[in-house]
């Protein structure tokens, strides 16, 4: 069991440039969660899945997209970077929405 | 809309001397959760606390539950250089948000060999 992927582990864009930060897992959980870390602020919730096909906004969802492209996987799109979008990235799951969640390594972004 | 809070935001303590940090949730909690994230990496679940008053232990941690279930804390004794790391809580409200756990900034433990 891998538990929970992430990928890349790195990724430095410039302002203005897209990419996609990848998460997977293979512990047939329902719920699915991507958050961001900043220094001082703990983790703060961009977007949650509560089931395939089901999205949901968190408390920092603004510049952000995600699919639940199957049970598996959630994907979490930046379409513009921007440099406040500097963070470490955690995608998370969890077998129901207020359980125990198990998190992935993270994604640590730099925005230029 | 819901917060979660926790003191201190920084513990320095000495090997072998006890840690306590507090949470405290601006609203009712149906359960509350504790993580340990170590430096560089991702956040582990230590526990989760449903029952007002709840009290579990795990070898040297001692995590409570509040009796208006709005608060939370979690003591280590004997702290171990082991324990070093950012301990957070995450509580949930189901009556208000049901699908989302609301995570606390989190308490900083440095322990000095």
């Known amino acids: 069991n891998a538990g929970v992927t992430q990928t890349p582990k790195f990724q430095v864009l410039k302002t203005g440039q897209s990419m996609t930060l990848q998460c997977a897992q293979d512990m047939n959980h329902n719920s699915m969660y991507w958050y961001r870390q900043d220094p001082g602020m703990g983790l703060r919730l961009i977007y949650y899945?509560?089931?395939?096909?089901?999205?949901d906004k968190g408390e920092v969802p603004n510049g952000y997209n995600v699919s639940r492209l199957n049970k598996r996987e959630f994907s979490l799109r930046l379409e513009s970077a921007a440099p406040s979008q500097t963070s470490v990235y955690f995608c998370a799951s969890s077998a129901a929405r207020i359980f125990e969640q198990f998190f992935g390594p993270g994604t640590r972004l730099t925005v230029l | 809309g819901q917060q979660v809070m926790q003191i201190p935001q920084y513990q320095h303590v000495q090997e072998g001397e006890d840690f306590t940090t507090y949470c405290n949730s601006s609203?009712?909690?149906?359960?509350i959760q504790w993580y340990k994230q170590r430096p560089g990496g991702h956040p582990v679940f230590l526990i989760q606390?449903?029952?007002?008053?709840e009290v579990k232990k795990q070898k040297r941690l001692t995590f409570q539950f509040g009796e208006a279930k709005k608060n939370s804390s979690l003591h280590i004794t004997a702290t171990q250089t082991t324990d070093v790391g950012t301990y957070f809580c995450a509580g949930a409200n189901m009556k208000t948000s049901y699908d989302k756990v609301i995570f606390g900034p989190g308490t900083s433990l440095s322990v000095i060999p």
């Open positions: 606390l449903v029952k007002s008053g």
């Open positions: 899945s509560a089931s395939e096909g089901t999205t």
């Open positions: 609203t009712t909690l149906s359960n």
